[in-house]
């Protein structure tokens, strides 16, 4: 890319027979090639690799933790001592796992323990290749693209073993599934090399299967810590004006209202959220009873307390557009960070916010927006190096989305999911009005598959697959279609 910068320098500096025309062309393609660069650069998995901890002192951003003293110096102890080279954190969705993994992480990468601190968020629908690929990121490496699994596992394991004496820590992040570490390529755990690894997990059985030899529970917050950490989150406005704590009328309120998160601290958060800024009882008192019927009405997910507490967050929503944006996110992969900019641009052209001059005011309503789904704490605001600001929708709240969206407005989510074709379900879409299958390797769409039922579709998001060539007769069933996102094919 340097030199093809250098050549067009040249011809401008010591050429005329070039047109400007010719030449904006040059810079032009020359601009989109390094755009391409830096969107690919962007597109690694959210982990981060220390390669000298002593040297560098970069911190996971992360929440301020409430409670689970104990179980923090339990992990830790894990780590610094030489008994336990496979460890996993386990416990329910929403209860804290990886904020405190978070933690532990940031404060290890200030001591000279480990060389490599490796963190990789696996979802639910990884598989071994994407595994390979994230660690390998991870490592500022490359591994190829067109060698089988257990060639890959080879070259993977020459990385992770290369200087044996200076051990790395592996942190794999919300592991649905067991499988094989050799099948990946991660060397032999033990107290010999030092290399360790520490996996978050909702399931006890996963934890087992992996050989974990000390598997530690995450458990519920107290009592106490969840009304300190309700407090702290939903703000002032709940405080006396005479001072000396909560305002009577709301006091019992509010405390039936923390005991109904059953202390799950993502509960007690989005519940905070949507209450931030409310001071009446009476508005408490609805809110308290609404809860009650999430929590009796809405079917949860896994057996999981924090899926119906969720979705009492959603229906507080100020309006429909509102919980519309808010769905939009779940069309991302998880744990996807979503340049806030294209977002917004993307609710603009579906109709989300209405129309308005200049289009400036319409990308302001958008952030309006954004930030008031990100009060009820159902999106996370953050920043990125390549992407700028970012949002990102937790791992239980984009189930909750996503199972909102099963029925109305429906929703075919079939991201990152290793797909080499597009999926049975595409030939019963009717009534869906959008679909998500980025991040996969489907390398062509038959046209006589090909969303034919689909006449509801405005969005339509294939990007970072393997597509060369796509037929129009393809297009032809999608009348309302708004959004085709193609990129990286």
Not at 226 to 239: H, P, R, S, W
Not at 333 to 349: G, T
Not at 430 to 453: C, D, Q, R, W
Request: hydrophobic residues 40%; aromatic residues 6%; negative net charge.
């Amino acid at each position: 890319m340097l030199k093809g910068v250098k050549d067009i320098e040249h011809k401008i500096g010591g050429s005329s027979s070039h047109s400007s025309d010719s030449l904006v062309m040059i810079l032009g393609e020359k601009i989109r090639q390094m755009e391409r660069i830096c969107e690919e650069g962007s597109q690694l998995p959210d982990c981060l690799v220390i390669d000298d901890p002593s040297a560098l002192a970069v911190e996971l951003p992360v929440s301020k933790l409430q409670g689970n003293e104990a179980v923090i110096e339990e992990i830790s102890a894990c780590l610094k001592g030489e008994e336990v080279a496979k460890l996993a954190v386990w416990g329910m969705g929403g209860i804290g796992k990886t904020t405190i993994m978070k933690h532990i992480h940031n404060e290890l990468q200030k001591q000279p323990k480990f060389k490599k601190i490796i963190w990789v968020t696996v979802s639910k629908d990884s598989n071994i290749y994407n595994l390979q690929e994230q660690i390998a990121d991870c490592l500022k490496e490359q591994l190829p693209k067109d060698q089988n699994i257990a060639m890959r596992a080879g070259r993977l394991f020459q990385m992770l073993k290369e200087d044996r004496h200076k051990p790395f820590l592996l942190i794999l992040d919300d592991v649905w599934e067991s499988f094989d570490l050799n099948e990946v390529g991660i060397p032999k755990l033990d107290v010999i090399n030092g290399c360790k690894l520490v996996l978050t997990t909702r399931s006890q059985e996963v934890a087992r299967s992996m050989g974990c030899s000390s598997i530690i529970k995450v458990e519920t917050l107290s009592e106490k810590e969840a009304l300190e950490l309700f407090l702290n989150k939903v703000g002032d406005t709940i405080l006396s004006d005479h001072g000396g704590g909560i305002k009577k009328d709301l006091e019992s309120t509010l405390k039936e209202i923390v005991d109904e998160c059953d202390g799950l601290p993502l509960a007690l958060i989005t519940v905070a959220g949507s209450l931030k800024g409310i001071s009446e009882s009476q508005l408490w008192r609805v809110a308290l009873n609404q809860l009650r019927d999430c929590k009796r009405n809405v079917a949860g997910k896994d057996d999981d307390d924090a899926f119906r507490i969720l979705k009492f967050s959603y229906d507080r929503l100020r309006n429909q557009q509102m919980r519309y944006c808010f769905l939009y996110c779940a069309l991302y992969l998880e744990d996807y960070k979503i340049p806030q900019e294209k977002i917004i641009e993307s609710w603009i052209d579906e109709g989300f916010i209405d129309e308005m001059e200049p289009r400036q005011s319409m990308k302001d309503e958008g952030y309006g927006i954004l930030q008031k789904v990100e009060d009820n704490s159902l999106l996370e605001l953050i920043k990125d190096d390549f992407r700028g600001p970012c949002v990102r929708m937790h791992d239980l709240i984009r189930d909750m989305a996503l199972d909102i969206t099963r029925m109305s407005p429906q929703f075919l989510v079939e991201a990152g999911k290793a797909l080499k074709e597009l999926p049975e379900k595409v030939k019963c879409a009717e009534g869906v009005e959008k679909v998500s299958l980025m991040h996969n390797y489907t390398e062509e769409i038959p046209s006589s598959l090909a969303f034919s039922t689909c006449i509801r579709l405005t969005t339509l998001l294939l990007a970072h697959n393997k597509l060369s060539t796509i037929p129009e007769s393809v297009f032809e069933h999608m009348p309302e279609l708004k959004i085709l996102d193609l990129s990286f094919n």
